[in-house]
């Protein structure tokens, strides 16, 4: 009896060894799929992060281009309008220096009369003679003031509307400008 316990465990010894080995075979196999399917899907992960890096990268890349560009408009923007204030300004300085010069030459003719006439009411003789000299320079001093004051007017007016136009021509551009992005 006692042999045939001996092969009975022999054979369950056998038997558990069997189903043992068998076990670790499928346990190694299932490691062994397990490893490589967590390889493969590393694989695919890092495959995938590098083709969103790149993507991202290019759409990055493409915004600072955007940005650039724009910037760069800016700025040339900018400089023609500092180009358009300074033109204004010397087209205002330019024109504001002839209607001096204009003005100051009428101020010397007016002067000029003004002596013509006092030295007219030295030589006078009667007092009729003197007021109508006096009514005389009185209207020819307002007629010239009258046309004078109408030509300088004309002038201001045609100095202020040269003076605003690179200026009135830099606000049409951002309009356009303006219109465009929206």
């Given amino acids: 009896m006692q042999d045939d316990m001996n092969t009975t465990t022999e054979a369950g010894l056998e ?8 076990v670790l075979e499928q346990a190694g196999a299932a490691s062994t799929k397990a490893f490589d399917t967590t390889v493969a899907d590393m694989k695919n992960g890092m495959t995938k992060a590098a083709s969103t890096f790149a993507a991202s990268q290019s759409k990055f890349k493409e915004g600072v281009t955007k940005t650039m560009k724009t910037a760069e408009d800016v700025v040339a923007f900018g400089q023609g309008n500092l180009e358009a204030v300074i033109k204004s300004g010397q087209i205002w300085s330019t024109g504001w220096q002839d ?5 100051a030459s009428s101020m010397q003719a007016s002067y000029e009369d003004a002596m013509t006439a006092f030295k007219a009411m030295t030589t006078v003789k009667s007092l009729k003679e003197a007021v109508d000299l006096q009514v005389g320079l009185a209207r ?26 690179p200026i009135s021509g830099r606000m049409t551009l ?9």
Avoid: C, G, P, R
């Fill in 15 to 22: 038997q558990a060894a069997a189903v043992t080995h068998e």
């Fill in 174 to 182: 951002a309009v356009e400008n303006f219109s465009k992005t929206a």
């Fill in 140 to 165: 020819s001093t307002l007629e010239k003031s009258v046309a004078e004051t109408s030509k300088y007017t004309d002038a201001s007016m045609k100095l202020a509307e040269q003076a605003i136009a």
């Fill in 99 to 103: 209607l001096s010069k204009q003005m």
